[in-house]
T-cell receptor, first 108, second 115 residues
Framework: KNEVEQSPQNLTAQEGEFITINCSYS?????LHWLQQHPGGGIVSLFM???GKKKHGRLIATINIQEKHSSLHITASHPRDSAVYIC??????????FGSGTQLTVLP | EAGVAQSPRYKIIEKRQSVAFWCNPI?????LYWYQQILGQGPKLLIQ????????DSQLPKDRFSAERLKGVDSTLKIQPAKLEDSAVYLC?????????????FGPGTRLTVT
């Protein structure tokens, strides 16, 4: 079993829809990261969180440490949000363990 | 603040050839990471440097891959000889601190195609 599981693997939405991407993990962590990767390869860090909730613009990330679960929400989605969203864990190994990503496509 | 720089952005080589990638981390970032990302998968750590010392290279295929970080700043990753399965995006990242408590900042990546 992978240490970090993301769902769904692929998600297609219409512009304006509310989107949720989920991440479940099975190990102790010091922080959980949400990353965005556009075609072409570059990765941008969206959030790093160890408890509660963070918000940046239309993006909201939550984490429940007891349930080992995090969600990334996008409100009022837009075609430019189309990207791969990756959940990654940082723990005692001082390295990131990456999920396999969720491919999001937002249609106009 | 300048981000993590990588070059080249794209490289196409034939199998058994050699290739080198370069990374310049964010100024002041002590920790540097090289990742390999095969299409459809999450990044896999190849090597982690703390300043100019290696922290972890357990997943680096040392028979063909090598990396160095001279003077604790820039880093190069080399593949010699390349195989078809080395086709991937090679990502460099840096962070202030290796403890996991600081974010990693990623470069744009180098897309390698081995034919």
């Amino acid at each position: 079993k992978n240490e970090v599981e993301q769902s769904p693997q692929n998600l297609t939405a219409q512009e304006g829809e509310f989107i949720t991407i989920n991440c479940s993990y099975s190990v102790g962590i010091s922080a959980l990261h949400w990353l965005q990767q556009h075609p072409g390869g570059g990765i941008v860090s969206l959030f790093m969180l160890s408890s509660g909730k963070k918000k940046h613009g239309r993006l909201i990330a939550t984490i429940n440490i007891q349930e080992k679960h995090s969600s990334l929400h996008i409100t009022a989605s837009h075609p430019r949000d189309s990207a791969v969203y990756i959940c990654a864990l940082s723990g005692s190994a001082r390295q990131l363990t990456f999920g396999s990503g969720t491919q999001l496509t937002v249609l106009p | 603040e300048a981000g993590v720089a990588q070059s080249p952005r794209y490289k196409i080589i034939e199998k058994r050839q050699s290739v080198a990638f370069w990374c310049n981390p964010i100024s002041g970032h002590a920790t540097l990471y090289w990742y390999q990302q095969i299409l459809g998968q999450g990044p896999k750590l190849l090597i982690q440097f703390q300043n100019n010392g290696v922290v972890d290279d357990s997943q680096l295929p040392k028979d063909r891959f090598s990396a160095e970080r001279l003077k604790g700043v820039d880093s190069t990753l080399k593949i010699q000889p390349a195989k078809l399965e080395d086709s991937a995006v090679y990502l460099c990242a840096s962070s202030l601190d290796p403890s996991g408590g600081y974010e990693q900042y990623f470069g744009p990546g180098t897309r390698l195609t081995v034919t």
